[in-house]
């Protein structure tokens, strides 16, 4: 299958709702925590990035360059299972490490296959937050 990630266009917006809504593990529990100048700071001034698959977006990624954050990971279903959250985890991490960060953190559901999708791919359970999430952590090359 063919890919190619490329940086996240306010035209994307709906798709990315879509797929941030249609997930059955790390629902997002209150959707106004989440606004739309948030949407757009990630979009226009941190890193924001789309995995497009046959021209649709299939999954996304959201990182903070000021803080080392992985914000946001998620692939729609019918697409997971191929590369896509690796590659566009690596892409994240590669344009942190670019803006100086020497690690990356990021927190997700207990149990969940996004908890065990990161400790394969090098990521180190910190333990719980006050919410119950693992925090992860990553140096970065
Ligand atoms: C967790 C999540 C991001 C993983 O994304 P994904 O695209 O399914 O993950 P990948 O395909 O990159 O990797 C998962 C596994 O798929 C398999 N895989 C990878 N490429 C593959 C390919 N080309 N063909 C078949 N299987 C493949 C591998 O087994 C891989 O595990 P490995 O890296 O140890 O070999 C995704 O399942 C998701 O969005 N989950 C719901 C939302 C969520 O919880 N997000 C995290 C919030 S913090």
């Not at 996240?8 to 797929?19: G, K, L, N, S, V």
């Amino acid at each position: 299958m063919s890919f190619r990630i490329r940086k996240a266009t306010a035209t994307d917006q709906p798709r990315i709702h879509a797929i941030r809504m249609g997930v059955s593990e790390n629902v997002l529990s209150d959707p106004s925590k989440v606004t739309d100048e948030e949407v757009a700071w990630y979009r226009e001034q941190a890193i924001f990035l789309v995995a497009e698959v046959d021209g649709a977006v299939a999954g996304f990624t959201c990182a903070n360059h000021q803080t080392g954050l992985v914000w946001a990971l998620f692939i729609d279903k019918a697409h997971e299972g191929r590369g896509l959250g690796r590659a566009l985890l690596d892409a994240a991490l590669d344009r942190l490490s670019a803006a100086g960060h020497a690690q990356a953190w990021l927190t997700t559901g207990a149990g969940t296959r996004a908890e065990r999708f990161y400790l394969r791919h090098g990521w180190q359970d910190m333990g719980h937050s006050l919410d119950g999430n693992v925090v992860f952590v990553k140096p970065l090359d």
